[in-house]
């Protein structure tokens, strides 16, 4: 199968938004579904019920892509914890001790990797003896008034017949950026997520912390595709939340088989540690969406279990997959012809003359040809529109993978020419041009500065921000409190006066 180029900026009708945003997340995700249920993670914001209730463990998104800036380098972002409330204090969001959290390469096409890096992380609080995340206002990674920090360790696996051959600490105690508490308490974040940035050996480079979801969609399809009223199409649900990303920078020979076998297979995983100090695979994730449309609910928490070798078992659910057949009963839109072959070849096996590798093994991965160069000019429809550097090429961060799944979804491949999509073309923030690539988290305070002194502001920080309706209850609690701290503090001097007298 050839690229397929085509300008993707026909007019849609409210309808065709409609079954879009419907069949966008159904789409990516019937793609996905062909593969076996074992340790493919699709992109999980939610989508099993066991990863749902453990969001410390859950593995949002992957992002693979050859760094539009630093040339013969491939980058990795991986994401977890979904839905962060950027004000969800005081204990904000870290990452979990007792996990691995690991970014899995396989460069030969067999569905087992051959190299993992694995990130495991530690936390260390300065003083237990407050709530505070941070004590005053944070200059530095260092500094002393951020109480609450974490560090990690960075480990390179090598693996022959999936078994560990070798493995090497390639970073040691890196600091992670923090929660962006808010502009009292961090007024410089940018400045604190530059700290983050590793340099590694041979020009690699790592970052973990907080930022802006970088997935965009209107996932308000689950509300019964919209009960057929398409009003409220065009909504970005993850607007306004964070995430906690790892990010990994290589050169791209280090993780390719050999200079004439370029494309590599890429997923994440998140192993948690059980009492007796086993890990277990609980959460799995390659291409977008796979398990929250394509999977049935009986087989979520299995897929998140399970390895890309086994990715056959779940065959059923991609060449048979449940969205259009839903968009047809909502929309009269004809369900295309099965079994769906050509989202085998698309998600399973990537796409001829692309990105699929010789003898290739059916399964859940993100593949990416290194040797495509990153465009100027990236279409947020890859392939589709004739940009063979973005997805299903890998994925980049501006890659609309809900409209391009969608679009092949609703058969696209096989003649189904269409146009659809979910109204949602672009993420809510700017992405950074370098390295880590994603943008800045959205701060928990994102009201008007405090009006009170600046030491204030650092103790108390975004509590003490409002309207004017709200200045004289903070007074009044001001108040309140000094004269109770006078109180306080007169019936201590009277009880160390009555202690003298005796």
Request: proline share 6%.
């Amino acid at each position: 199968m050839t690229a397929i180029s085509r300008s993707g900026n026909g007019r849609r009708s409210v309808a065709t938004l409609i079954c879009g945003a419907l069949a966008a997340g159904g789409l990516a995700a019937a793609g996905a579904a062909t593969l076996a249920p074992g340790a493919a993670y699709a992109s999980s914001h939610r989508e099993a019920p066991l990863i749902s209730g453990t969001p410390q463990y859950d593995n949002t998104d992957v992002y693979a892509f050859v760094s539009p800036d630093h040339a013969g380098t491939t980058t990795i972002v991986a994401n977890w914890i979904p839905f962060e409330e950027p004000a969800g204090g005081p204990n904000f969001f870290p990452f979990a001790e007792d996990a691995q959290y690991d970014l899995h390469i396989d460069n030969n096409g067999d569905a087992k990797e051959d190299l993992t890096f694995r990130y495991t992380f530690k936390t260390h609080v300065k003083n237990k003896k407050t709530f505070l995340y941070n004590t005053g206002a944070v200059d530095s990674l260092y500094d002393p008034d951020l109480n609450v920090t974490q560090t990690y360790d960075l480990e390179l696996l090598k693996l022959k017949k999936g078994k560990v051959a070798h493995k090497t600490k390639i970073a040691d105690d890196v600091p992670v950026a923090p929660s962006n508490v808010g502009k009292a308490s961090m007024p410089n974040y940018k400045k604190l997520r530059d700290q983050a940035i590793y340099k590694l050996p041979n020009g690699a480079k790592t970052f973990a912390g907080q930022a802006d979801d970088p997935f965009f969609l209107d996932l308000r399809v689950f509300d019964l595709l919209y009960g057929g009223d398409l009003s409220e199409v065009g909504n970005d649900t993850l607007k306004g939340y964070n995430v906690n990303s790892i990010a990994l920078q290589v050169p791209s020979d280090m993780i390719i088989e050999h200079k004439n076998q370029p494309i590599v297979g890429i997923w994440s995983t998140t192993q948690r540690q059980n009492a007796e100090g086993y890990y277990s695979q609980v959460s799995r994730l390659g291409n977008p969406l796979v398990n929250e449309v394509v999977n049935p609910i009986k087989d979520k928490d299995r897929f998140n279990a399970s390895q890309p070798k086994d990715d056959g078992q779940f065959l059923k659910n991609v060449t048979n997959p449940e969205l259009p057949k839903l968009i047809e009963a909502i929309y009269k839109i004809k369900a295309p012809a099965e079994p769906r072959n050509d989202l085998v070849d698309v998600f399973l096996k990537g796409v001829k003359g692309l990105n699929q590798p010789p003898y290739v093994t059916p399964s859940e991965e993100l593949r990416l040809n290194t040797s495509i160069k990153p465009t100027a000019s990236p279409k947020r429809l890859g392939v589709l529109d004739g940009d063979n550097a973005g997805f299903p090429n890998g994925r980049r961060l501006t890659d609309d993978v809900i409209d391009a799944s969608l679009q092949v979804v609703e058969g696209e491949l096989v003649g189904s020419k269409n146009d659809l999509g979910d109204a949602v073309d672009k993420n809510d923030k700017n992405f950074e041009k370098s390295f880590p690539y994603v943008a800045l988290p959205t701060e928990g305070s994102r009201g008007a500065s405090a009006k009170s002194g600046a030491d204030v502001r650092s103790q108390l920080g975004d509590a003490l921000t409002g309207s004017e309706s709200n200045t004289a209850l903070i007074a009044s609690s001001a108040g309140a409190g000094a004269a109770g701290i006078l109180l306080i503090g007169g019936g201590l001097m009277w009880w160390r006066g009555r202690r003298r007298a005796y």
